[in-house]
């Protein structure tokens, strides 16, 4: 329970997380049936840039830092928009110095009849989403293992949705409860939306992890990647991965116009680089 996301806020990661994360609500308001989001690993909703912790790295400047300040085409910026649009309501000076996690995102972007999971384990981090939520019939903040969510909490009863899991990968085997998580819940809930998040550090486990998620039989599994740098022999942070089940028609295509913009401006000199790849389903097979 060592894990702060405040320390991550808003970098290359999570621009390319919530970016998706935003593009998928957007695709489900062209229904007008509610539809909920279940945000598994929560964290605390917003985070301050100026603080020690955000301040001690400093990832968030190669990351929404650079964004916020970028030029970019234009069908990517009207993609861009809704995600970019939540960031500068909390920042109404202008600049970036409060940074949205995914429950801001996503309550920012949810119409009237839609709702909000949000599942947060730890303490303090569980505590400040209450609070911030606090009041809202739109939002309801549980204090749970998030990975016990993937249970309890599905399928929802609008039987409409995202599934975000994005846990912290400070404990190994995360790649396997993510495995384990998804059959559980697909079983419960075929039809539904899930995005699962990764950090691409360890590549021997990312390649183990996409090849457990073809075994698993489901299908439409597609995985996104987003790399800002090749491959090193040190324990860093080069990428990361959502891997998406029951990615929505055509949103392959909006993704890809989005990645391309952000190699442009989040990449490491001309070495950044990004997949869309079908894991699963006809796709794959062709």
Known sequence: MNYRHIY?????????????????????K????AFRVIDTHAGRGVYDLSSAEAQKTGEWRDGIGRLMDA???????????????TVRALNPKGGVSRYPGSPAITRHLLRKQDRLSAIELHPVDAKALGAK????????VINLDGW???????PPKERRGVVLVDPPFEEAGEFDRMIQGLIKAHKRWPSGLYAFWYPIKDRR??????????????????????????????????????TVVNLPYGLDREVGIILSALRSVLSEGSSGRFSITALSGEDAAA
């Open 205 to 242: 486990a990312v390649n183990a992890f996409r090849s457990d998620l073809k075994e698993t039989g489901i299908a439409r599994i597609t995985d996104i990647v987003f790399e800002v740098r090749p491959p090193s022999s040190e324990p860093r942070l080069d990428g990361c991965g959502v």
């Open 71 to 85: 030029s970019l085409p234009q069908a990517a910026a009207e993609l861009l928009e809704p995600y970019l649009e």
């Open 30 to 33: 062209k229904k007008d049936a």
């Open 148 to 154: 016990l969510a993937l249970g309890a909490h599905i």
């Open 8 to 28: 991550h806020a808003g970098n290359f990661a999570d621009v390319v997380k919530h970016a998706v994360l935003a593009r998928i609500i957007e695709y489900l």
């Open 133 to 140: 939520f606090a009041g809202d019939i739109q939002t309801r």
